[in-house]
């Protein structure tokens, strides 16, 4: 007779509740992945937007699934959703169009169907913005590639002026600059003087820095100090704390922003009186972000003396009432400060 191995229902169902507890501890161990949709953008109206999940990450497994949403603003059509990144053109232009944050959210789901989620807002403005200066493009491992790059498109550096009107003789990377005179008189673009620099894209007039030891000295430091309690923050600041003069120049203004706005006002500067410090915004739309101008991120052509230095915006830091914020022109970043710190300035007229 041959005999049969037979087991007993108590095995059986030791094992079932083996199998089950293991599952239960192998779910219960698995990381949820962390989803990152980006940074947020400022755009133009009818502009390409290419959206970067990529950075997602799952410490314990893999991405397995990306669906993009758009859950705020107008509907735009978004291209390619179920994919790391995916790209849309912003909404047109209307008359009277007020600015549109359009929010899209991002949900990851890893090998495990763990799940993550995470919004981008894409700021779109109704004034003309310059272009990054951003010519190559890169991957995963590598910086300064020829455009466009397989399985990484959708870079900066693949639309808009950097793209199209790289190195004109009026600016750097597709940034259009006119030089200005003292009287407010254009000036030919090969001029060796010039007092103003006009952004043709923005329309905003920038001053030039000097090094006649004079008001506009691009050496001078000034403290933060704003009166307007609507415009400061919360502090006014401290006046007259910077250094802007030495034993050959004597002071033109007491060193602090609000004493140097007006005295480049009282002095018409470039036949305008309507100078103001720059909001860190305005500050960040000439900075270059090009390769080959690394720790000098502006125009050296057209602000020869701003290269490398930090200016001091009109923008308070909104954690810190005794903190504003300023822009560096070496690598092109934005950072806060006490406003009691030395700074230069750059005044600015006009507006987007």
Not at 65 to 94: C, D, E, H, M
Not at 112 to 122: F, G, P, T, W, Y
Not at 171 to 194: E, H, R
Not at 307 to 332: E, K
């Amino acid at each position: 007779m041959k005999l049969r191995r037979s087991f007993s229902h108590p095995s059986v169902c030791l094992l079932a509740l083996s199998i089950c507890a293991a599952s239960v501890t192998e779910a219960a161990t698995n990381k949820k992945p962390v989803a990152k949709a980006g940074s947020d953008q400022t755009v133009g109206f009818s502009f390409p937007v290419a959206l970067n999940g990529s950075q997602s990450i799952d410490s314990d497994g893999t991405i397995k699934r990306y669906r993009w949403s758009q859950i705020n603003g107008p509907k735009v059509f978004l291209a390619n959703p179920l994919s790391a990144k995916p790209s849309f053109t912003s909404p047109p232009k209307l008359n009277n169009q007020k600015p549109l944050a359009l929010i899209f959210r991002l949900t990851v789901t890893d090998n495990q169907k763990a799940v993550a989620s995470d919004n981008v807002v894409i700021h779109v403005v109704t004034g003309k913005l310059n272009d990054t200066g951003i010519a190559n493009c890169s991957n995963g491992g590598a910086n300064g590639l020829r455009c466009p790059v397989a399985d990484y498109l959708g870079q900066d550096a693949e639309s808009g002026r950097d793209d199209t009107n790289y190195y004109n003789e009026d600016g750097i990377a597709g940034f259009s600059f006119t030089k200005i005179s003292n009287a407010g008189k254009t000036l030919p673009v090969k001029s060796g003087a010039w007092n103003c620099v006009k952004d043709n894209i923005t329309g905003l007039m920038w001053e030039v820095k000097t090094g006649d030891g004079g008001l506009h000295h691009y050496a001078w430091s000034y403290t933060w100090y704003e009166p307007d309690s609507t415009k400061n923050g919360g502090a006014a600041g401290t006046q007259n704390g910077g250094i802007c003069s030495d034993k050959k120049n004597p002071p033109a203004s007491a060193c602090d922003t609000d004493a140097y706005v007006k005295a480049v006002n009282a002095a018409g500067w470039c036949g305008a009186k309507d100078w103001r410090m720059p909001t860190k915004e305005e500050l960040h739309s000439i900075v270059s972000y090009a390769d080959d101008y690394y720790e000098r991120a502006i125009d050296p052509a057209y602000f020869p003396s701003a290269a490398g230095r930090s200016l001091w915006s009109a923008s308070p830091y909104a954690a810190n009432p005794g903190h504003v914020w300023y822009v560096g022109f070496d690598f092109g970043y934005g950072y806060w400060a006490s406003k009691d710190s030395k700074n230069q300035v750059m005044l600015v007229r006009g507006g987007q």
